[in-house]
């Protein structure tokens, strides 16, 4: 049986067929795939804050990409550019705090790195251009940034990354305080790109988007991880 990977959603205005702007859960099939391509079963979890009960029926959790996270979860006021989805906000935050005090295996995705840090108790940058300078990390609408990431030796995304270090970026935010992780990746400019929690099987933050390449070093680790996790539930039963 393959582990279940659950991966959080959007809900955003869609169309298909004659349907048009019809509120839908729904995330970029690259999610989905990157998680097959490792050896998982992806179901998609659309936001929910009721409980976290979801998390007893799956084995490793991928929190998604999306919208800018509110600034009053780390005691900021909204900026110009800041675009957030409370329902969202919530429903992940409820999935995350349960999937950490079970220990699940967790690996987040831009967005997703950030809500790990802001669960940890840090903070972001809301406008990374007005502290930056710069654009490299969104280039434009739809634009991947291509940058080089620099990786602290030793630690668990250094063993995965190997010698390609080549990522892909699109966010206009990011870390300023990482709370109780440990950043073990900078992009150039010295922006966090990694956050890990050293003192859990397996929580993992990155920046980029591995999920657009099929990055199987970063899927097929959270997948093997949550195999162990299958395993232990089997033994269990």
């Not at 659309?46 to 799956?58: F, Q, Y």
């Not at 300078?133 to 995304?157: A, C, F, M, N, W």
């Amino acid at each position: 049986m393959r582990p279940i990977i659950g991966i959080t959603s959007y809900v955003l205005p869609a169309g298909w067929g004659v349907w048009t702007d019809l509120p839908t859960a729904l995330v970029p099939y690259d999610y989905t795939e990157a998680v097959r391509l490792a050896g998982g079963r992806a179901v998609i979890l659309p936001p929910d804050d009721l409980d976290a009960d979801v998390l007893d029926r799956i084995d490793g959790l991928v929190l998604a990409g999306g919208a800018d996270l509110q600034p009053s979860l780390y005691g900021q006021e909204p900026g110009p550019h800041t675009v957030a989805q409370p329902d969202r906000d919530a429903g992940e935050l409820t999935l995350l705090r349960g999937a950490l005090d079970r220990d699940l295996p967790i690996l987040g995705v831009c967005r997703g790195m950030q809500l790990l840090t802001v669960a940890a108790g840090g903070t972001l940058h809301q406008h990374l251009p007005d502290l930056l300078g710069h654009e490299k990390h969104r280039p434009g609408p739809g634009v991947y940034g291509s940058q080089q990431v620099v990786l602290d030796p030793g630690t668990r995304i250094a063993a995965l990354m190997g010698e390609d270090l080549t990522i892909n970026c699109f966010h206009h935010q990011g870390v300023a305080d990482p709370g109780s992780l440990t950043v073990t990746g900078r992009a150039a400019d010295g922006l966090p790109e990694v956050v890990e929690d050293p003192e859990r099987r397996f929580v993992l933050g990155v920046q980029w988007h591995p999920e657009v390449s099929r990055d199987r070093r970063l899927f097929g680790a959270l997948v093997a991880e949550a195999s162990k996790e299958l395993t232990q539930a089997c033994a269990d039963r």
